[in-house]
């Protein structure tokens, strides 16, 4: 009863509450909902951190155990504690060293070791689309023919290049996006908001368990 | 805090270590990896931290500054405790409780979104005039891509066959199968389309990283950019010739 | 093997050598194409614009380092305008990656105006929730932000007097790389909050390029009243506001990377057809 049904009884409770929110103006519900929706935002901090701590427990079994390649948990582990510090410690100790704030440390290291490797790992699929373009793209059909029209007509008409070779280029391109493309957008958007809608019921109603995970 | 000259030529070598993935993946590629692993998820707790644990949760709850503490803030505060029950296999059961929470939150207004904003909105713009009207021209040739009565029927047509593509319950067959496929082609153009913008925003993002070497570093720290540039072009072309006399010899192996 | 063939079986590296040559060209000679302006970047410049000086805006920063080049551009050139008109901004992420992004760019523009940090505009830092906090902002933004990014509390920012949720402003700017973002902004908050004229909220949407196809749906149905997509609409916003910054100078960049892989595409397919026209035979 605990394990199983009383989940789904919250899902349902809680499902319903937000759904049947919208339609109900009154005073109290409102602000019931709202206060609602404050718990969801610390709950999913603790969720967060939850992964944190879980990535640490996992890379410190991984140096322990000695296995393959464990040296690089090292790195890991070092950067993990040294930002939490410097973070969670401002609330006890003084700014620049501590704190999060503009001008810390922590705020430091953030945008010259996050920023430019998050940056340039994805600045790397610069590379890999050219590659994929030259050997993968393939035009063995009407269907992919449409594509690739489609594709180097936006890709010239989107930028500024496009216009000195065809002054209607950008034109042309605008009406693709605006015209073909919004057909072809807006029946994905109505077929997920249709399918969102189906299963975001059967999850409320307890016809969808797959989260809960098994016994 | 750190001088600008030390943190910038930082930015640089952690881009270039970055970078030397597209050579082969090596152990300074690794070892940035997992520093930006470990600070990425540093960073995160010590903003939940700051930004959600101390003004949401705690402060309110102990009734910091002139506020009276707000008690009912335990109970999120035990339903997230609970989630950490996951660490002891006994009792993992009780953060299905808290994850039935935010299942039954989130669906709620995942239904709300996309009924409201999605569904009913998308199917009222599609109700345009498909004839010239007062106000809608047959074509207007001085905006081709704005509203006029070719344009909303062509995608009204588009709409209709590419619904008609995504509907599986009957074979497509037939005038289904004739729609379907009309359908396909709208999509293909819309793929196209994305396609053409996908190839746009991975280049903006290599811009900016080139960007900061080219320009930010030289500028703010001359000669250590030059060097360590100048560096990580010799190291590479050291190993792409290593790499080739190995493969002139029958051995090692290469990136294809 | 012949020289199609060796071509088509070409190590990837030499492709990663030639298009990194061809987008370091503009560095060394730059051409200064000119940029033109399309009707979704003048429709997010122009939302901007009728909003009354002294008035207040929100802007979402939903993004973080990976969509840098093309989104902080966006922020920078939103704050310009915005302080050229005079109107406060009260700025907050739902992105964790957002905050010092969003404090990087405040702190750029600022000054330039004589800007005060909590008199004219202030950074509410990031909030874990997605959806649920986007109805909350619309409910009370001080219930979801009691403090700012630095913990202090916003009840004693003046900027923060008066400003409950969205019926005291005129416009929501969203900056967005993703989910959550605009997509979510438009499902929870366009069709169910309305602005302090009482007109549903006003979005106007900065997006990765990635994101941009999509959006087009939305701009047409009326729920999107403006859009930027990608580094070029980061360069045809600042050409409307009269900013040479580094979305303009990277289109040069762009426009011969597009046309190195339309070549790439094309070069492909007819080496291609070649081997498969030799294998048949």
Same mark, same amino acid.
């Given at each position: 009863?605990?394990?199983?049904?009383?989940?789904?009884?919250?899902?349902?409770?809680?499902?319903?509450?937000?759904?049947?929110?919208?339609?109900?103006?009154?005073?109290?519900?409102?602000?019931?909902?709202?206060?609602?929706?404050?718990?969801?935002?610390?709950?999913?901090?603790?969720?967060?951190?939850?992964?944190?701590?879980?990535?640490?427990?996992?890379?410190?079994?991984?140096?322990?155990?000695?296995?393959?390649?464990?040296?690089?948990?090292?790195?890991?582990?070092?950067?993990?504690?040294?930002?939490?510090?410097?973070?969670?410690?401002?609330?006890?100790?003084?700014?620049?060293?501590?704190?999060?704030?503009? $001008?810390?440390?922590?705020?430091?290291?953030?945008?010259?070791?996050?920023?430019?490797?998050? $940056?340039?790992?994805?600045?790397?699929?610069?590379?890999?689309?050219?590659?994929?373009?030259?050997?993968?793209?393939?035009?063995?059909?009407?269907?992919?023919?449409?594509?690739?029209?489609?594709?180097?007509?936006?890709?010239?008409?989107?930028?500024?290049?496009?216009?000195?070779?065809?002054?209607?280029?950008?034109?042309?391109?605008?009406?693709?996006?605006?015209?073909?493309?919004?057909?072809?957008?807006?029946?994905?958007?109505?077929?997920?908001?249709?399918?969102?809608?189906?299963?975001?019921?059967?999850?409320?109603?307890?016809?969808?368990?797959?989260?809960?995970?098994?016994? | 805090?750190?001088?600008?000259?030390?943190?910038?030529?930082?930015?640089?070598?952690?881009?270039?270590?970055?970078?030397?993935?597209?050579?082969?993946?090596?152990?300074?590629?690794?070892?940035?990896?997992?520093?930006?692993?470990?600070?990425?998820? =540093?960073?995160?707790?010590?903003?939940?931290?700051?930004?959600?644990?101390?003004?949401?949760? &705690?402060?309110?709850?102990?009734?910091?500054?002139?506020?009276?503490?707000? &008690?009912?803030?335990?109970?999120?505060?035990?339903?997230?405790?609970?989630?950490?029950?996951?660490?002891?296999?006994?009792?993992? &059961?009780?953060?299905?409780?808290?994850?039935?929470?935010?299942?039954?939150?989130?669906?709620?207004?995942?239904?709300?979104?996309?009924?409201?904003?999605?569904?009913?909105?998308?199917?009222?713009?599609?109700?345009?005039?498909?004839?010239?009207?007062?106000?809608?021209? &047959?074509?207007?040739?001085?905006?081709?891509?704005?509203?006029?009565?070719?344009?909303?029927?062509?995608?009204?047509?588009?709409?209709?066959?590419?619904?008609?593509?995504?509907?599986?319950?009957?074979?497509?067959?037939?005038?289904?199968?004739?729609?379907?496929?009309?359908?396909?082609?709208?999509?293909?153009?819309?793929? =196209?389309?994305?396609?053409?913008?996908?190839?746009?925003?991975?280049?903006?993002?290599?811009?900016?990283?080139?960007?900061?070497?080219?320009?930010?570093?030289?500028?703010?720290?001359?000669?250590?950019?030059?060097?360590?540039?100048?560096?990580?072009?010799?190291?590479?072309?050291?190993?792409?010739?290593?790499?080739?006399?190995?493969?002139?010899?029958?051995?090692?192996?290469?990136?294809? | 093997?012949?020289?199609?063939?060796?071509?088509?079986?070409?190590?990837?590296?030499?492709?990663?050598?030639?298009?990194?040559?061809?987008?370091?060209?503009?560095?060394?000679?730059?051409?200064?194409?000119?940029?033109?302006?399309?009707?979704?970047?003048?429709?997010?410049?122009?939302?901007?614009?009728?909003?009354?000086?002294?008035?207040?805006?929100?802007?979402?920063?939903?993004?973080?380092?990976?969509?840098?080049?093309?989104?902080?551009?966006?922020?920078?050139?939103?704050?310009?305008?915005?302080?050229?008109?005079?109107?406060?901004?009260?700025?907050?992420?739902?992105?964790?990656?957002?905050?010092?992004?969003?404090?990087?760019?405040?702190?750029?523009?600022?000054?330039?105006? !004589?800007?005060?940090?909590?008199?004219?505009?202030?950074?509410?830092?990031?909030?874990?929730?997605?959806?649920?906090?986007?109805?909350?902002?619309?409910?009370?933004?001080?219930?979801?932000?009691?403090?700012?990014? +630095?913990?202090?509390?916003?009840?004693?920012?003046?900027?923060?007097? !008066?400003?409950?949720?969205?019926?005291?402003?005129?416009?929501?700017?969203?900056?967005?790389? !993703?989910?959550?973002?605009?997509?979510?902004?438009?499902?929870?908050?366009?069709?169910?909050?309305?602005?302090?004229?009482?007109?549903?909220?006003?979005?106007?949407?900065?997006?990765?390029?990635?994101?941009?196809?999509?959006?087009?749906?939305?701009?047409?149905?009326?729920?999107?009243?403006?859009?930027?997509?990608?580094?070029?609409?980061?360069?045809?916003?600042?050409?409307?506001?009269?900013?040479?910054?580094?979305?303009?100078?990277?289109?040069?960049?762009?426009?011969?990377?597009?046309?190195?892989?339309?070549?790439?595409?094309?070069?492909? +397919?007819?080496?291609?057809?070649?081997?498969?026209?030799?294998?048949?035979?």
């Amino acid at each position: 009863m605990l394990r199983r049904e009383l989940p789904l009884l919250i899902t349902l409770v809680v499902g319903l509450f937000m759904v049947v929110g919208l339609f109900v103006p009154q005073r109290h519900f409102t602000a019931g909902r709202s206060e609602f929706e404050g718990w969801a935002i610390i709950i999913r901090a603790f969720a967060a951190v939850l992964g944190v701590a879980n990535l640490a427990r996992i890379s410190a079994l991984r140096i322990a155990r000695r296995e393959r390649d464990w040296g690089y948990q090292l790195p890991l582990l070092g950067g993990l504690f040294l930002m939490m510090v410097l973070g969670v410690a401002g609330t006890w100790f003084p700014a620049p060293l501590f704190g999060i704030g503009e $001008g810390s440390l922590f705020n430091d290291l953030y945008l010259n070791i996050y920023v430019p490797m998050q $940056g340039t790992m994805f600045a790397l699929l610069a590379f890999y689309i050219a590659s994929a373009a030259f050997r993968a793209f393939r035009v063995r059909s009407l269907e992919a023919g449409l594509l690739a029209v489609a594709a180097v007509l936006v890709m010239l008409g989107r930028v500024p290049i496009g216009a000195l070779i065809w002054d209607h280029l950008p034109a042309v391109s605008d009406w693709i996006m605006n015209v073909p493309n919004n057909a072809a957008k807006r029946a994905i958007l109505i077929g997920a908001a249709l399918g969102a809608i189906a299963t975001g019921l059967k999850v409320i109603l307890g016809l969808e368990r797959n989260y809960l995970g098994g016994d | 805090m750190l001088p600008e000259s030390f943190l910038i030529t930082m930015n640089g070598i952690f881009t270039l270590a970055i970078l030397s993935f597209l050579f082969r993946d090596n152990p300074v590629y690794k070892t940035a990896e997992h520093l930006f692993i470990g600070v990425a998820a =540093g960073y995160y707790v010590a903003l939940e931290w700051q930004n959600v644990f101390q003004p949401n949760l &705690w402060q309110p709850l102990v009734g910091a500054g002139d506020a009276s503490p707000r &008690w009912v803030l335990l109970v999120p505060f035990v339903i997230g405790l609970l989630m950490f029950s996951r660490f002891v296999p006994r009792y993992a &059961w009780l953060s299905r409780w808290s994850l039935a929470l935010m299942v039954g939150a989130y669906a709620g207004l995942a239904v709300i979104g996309a009924a409201q904003g999605d569904l009913i909105r998308q199917v009222e713009a599609t109700m345009v005039p498909v004839i010239a009207t007062e106000n809608v021209p &047959w074509f207007d040739p001085a905006d081709p891509s704005g509203p006029s009565a070719i344009n909303n029927l062509i995608l009204a047509i588009g709409l209709f066959a590419s619904l008609a593509y995504f509907f599986f319950s009957r074979e497509h067959r037939g005038a289904l199968g004739g729609i379907a496929k009309l359908g396909i082609w709208f999509l293909m153009l819309s793929f =196209g389309a994305s396609y053409g913008f996908t190839v746009m925003a991975r280049y903006s993002l290599m811009i900016g990283r080139l960007d900061v070497l080219i320009r930010e570093w030289p500028k703010v720290a001359p000669g250590v950019a030059q060097f360590c540039m100048g560096l990580f072009v010799v190291g590479v072309a050291v190993a792409a010739v290593l790499e080739f006399r190995s493969r002139r010899t029958g051995g090692g192996m290469g990136a294809t | 093997m012949g020289l199609g063939e060796r071509l088509q079986y070409l190590d990837r590296r030499v492709i990663f050598l030639v298009i990194l040559l061809v987008i370091l060209i503009p560095y060394v000679k730059p051409i200064g194409l000119p940029i033109r302006v399309s009707k979704e970047a003048a429709a997010f410049y122009d939302a901007i614009e009728r909003v009354p000086p002294g008035s207040t805006v929100f802007l979402a920063a939903d993004y973080d380092a990976a969509s840098l080049p093309e989104l902080y551009p966006m922020t920078l050139t939103a704050i310009e305008q915005c302080f050229r008109r005079n109107l406060k901004i009260v700025g907050f992420c739902l992105w964790p990656g957002g905050p010092p992004l969003l404090n990087r760019a405040l702190a750029e523009v600022a000054p330039r105006h !004589g800007k005060q940090y909590g008199v004219d505009y202030v950074n509410l830092g990031f909030k874990d929730g997605q959806e649920a906090v986007m109805v909350m902002v619309g409910a009370s933004i001080r219930d979801a932000f009691p403090a700012d990014f +630095n913990g202090t509390p916003v009840a004693s920012m003046p900027v923060m007097h !008066g400003i409950q949720n969205f019926s005291n402003v005129h416009v929501l700017i969203n900056i967005s790389a !993703g989910y959550p973002g605009t997509k979510e902004w438009v499902q929870q908050v366009g069709s169910r909050f309305r602005n302090a004229l009482g007109q549903s909220i006003p979005i106007v949407s900065g997006c990765t390029a990635v994101s941009a196809p999509e959006y087009y749906a939305y701009v047409n149905a009326g729920q999107l009243d403006g859009l930027l997509g990608g580094l070029a609409g980061a360069a045809e916003y600042e050409k409307q506001v009269g900013i040479m910054g580094t979305a303009t100078r990277g289109m040069d960049t762009q426009s011969l990377a597009h046309v190195a892989i339309i070549a790439f595409i094309i070069l492909g +397919n007819i080496l291609g057809r070649g081997a498969g026209r030799k294998h048949a035979a």
